[in-house]
């Protein structure tokens, strides 16, 4: 099965074109295993109280969500803060996913 490792790092508030990809993200779920990594300030995204809107077509289309420790940490998102399906990672799970076979598209 192909897999996919999708780098997020742009404020979901502030990229117009972060709605768009995860359009492509859900088209990619249909035939392949997809994992969204969000790094930076794509991890606002991740909060419970607007993942729902931000993220909500990802996780019902079976794409598996990470937010990076670091970037969670910098910007004071505790893990209980974290929606539902979204994991806190370290970016050592990035290189793991690499080693996997995974192809990477960084945004």
């Known amino acids: 099965m192909k897999r996919f490792l999708i780098v997020e790092s742009r404020d979901p508030f502030e990229a117009a074109s ?10 990619l779920a249909g035939d392949a295993e997809v994992t969204v990594f969000l790094v930076e300030n794509a991890v606002l995204a991740a909060r419970a109280a607007v ?6 077509g990802l996780r019902a289309a079976g794409v598996q969500v990470l937010a990076d420790e670091f970037a969670l940490q910098e910007r004071g998102i505790a893990a209980g803060q974290l929606a539902a399906g ?3 990672a370290s970016l050592d ?13 960084w945004c």
């Open 18 to 27: 972060f709605a768009a990809r995860n359009g492509l993200h859900v088209a």
């Open 93 to 105: 799970r990035l290189v793991v996913e690499l080693g996997r076979g995974a192809k990477a598209i």
């Open 86 to 88: 979204v994991e806190a």
């Open 51 to 56: 993942a729902a809107i931000v993220l909500g």
